[in-house]
Antibody
C-alpha cells in the first residue's frame, strides 16, 4: 500500500534551518510528483511547492522561493524539504503529499491522494 | 496571485445537508478538489475534478460547480463529518487552497 512517512518533530531557533524528510513506499517513486503543504496554528492549509522525483525539478510558491529547497534521493525513495532562516511564524505542521490524476502531465486533473502524517516544526528562542 | 474564497464556518444539525462553497475568478475553467481535515490528522480528499469521489468516500459527499463557484454538499451530515473543509485548485503549476470552512455538526 502507498505510504508517505515523515521525519519527527523538530524544535529550532530563529535563523536556523530545518530539513524534513518524506519516505515513500508502495508505488513507483519517480512516477508521481510530491508536494509540500503546511498548516500554522489556527491557520489554513498553505501550498509550499512540489518536486518531480524523476528529474528533481522543483516549483515553489513565490513566498518560499528564497528560503525553501526541495530535493530527492531516488535510491531510497525519499524527498526532502529544507526551510532556512526560520522565523516564529514558520511554526507549523508540514505535510508531504502525493498527487495523482487521470491524465499524465495534465496538472489540472491532479489531486492529493496520499499524505504523510505531518511533521511539527516549532521555531522558538 | 490566485485566490479561493470560502466562508469561515458553517453549523448544521445531524441529518441536515451541509453546503460549503468556494469562489475564485475563472474557477469554472479549472478542476476543484475538496479536502476534509480533522484535528490531529492528515487531510483527506473527498472530491476531485469537481465532482468525483475517491474510493472509500461515502456517497453523501458530492461536488459541483456553477460559474466560478464550486460547491461541496454533504447530505445527511453525520457527527463524524465535523472538520475543516478546504477547496483547492491549480494556478498553472502552483497549488492554491481556500481559507477553509469549519463545519460544526451540533
Amino acid at each position: 500500500q502507498v505510504q508517505l512517512v515523515q521525519s519527527g518533530a523538530e524544535v529550532k531557533k530563529p535563523g536556523a534551518s530545518v530539513k524534513v524528510s518524506c519516505k515513500t513506499s508502495g508505488y513507483m517513486f519517480i512516477g508521481s510528483y510530491i508536494h509540500w503543504v503546511r498548516q500554522a496554528p489556527g491557520q489554513g492549509l498553505e501550498w509550499m511547492g512540489r518536486i518531480i522525483p524523476h528529474s528533481g525539478v522543483t516549483t515553489l510558491a513565490q513566498k518560499f522561493e528564497d528560503r525553501v529547497t526541495m530535493t530527492r534521493d531516488t535510491s531510497i525513495n525519499t524527498v526532502y524539504m529544507e526551510l532556512s532562516s526560520l522565523r516564529s511564524d514558520d511554526t507549523a505542521v508540514y505535510y508531504c503529499a502525493r498527487v495523482t490524476g487521470d491524465r499524465v502531465g495534465d496538472i489540472s486533473t491532479y489531486y492529493f491522494d496520499y499524505w504523510g502524517q505531518g511533521t511539527l516544526v516549532t521555531v522558538s528562542s | 496571485s490566485y485566490e479561493l474564497t470560502q466562508a469561515p464556518s458553517l453549523s448544521v444539525s445531524p441529518g441536515q445537508t451541509a453546503i460549503i462553497t468556494c469562489y475564485g475568478e475563472t474557477l469554472g475553467e479549472r478542476y476543484v478538489s475538496w479536502y476534509q481535515h480533522k484535528s490531529g490528522q492528515s487531510p483527506v480528499a473527498v472530491i476531485y475534478q469537481n465532482n468525483k469521489r475517491p474510493s472509500g468516500i461515502p456517497e453523501r459527499f458530492s461536488g459541483s460547480i456553477s460559474g466560478d463557484t464550486a460547491t461541496l454538499t454533504i447530505s445527511g451530515t453525520q457527527p463524524m463529518d465535523e472538520a475543516d473543509y478546504y477547496c483547492q485548485a491549480w494556478d498553472y503549476s502552483w497549488g492554491v487552497f481556500g481559507g477553509g470552512t469549519k463545519l460544526a455538526v451540533l
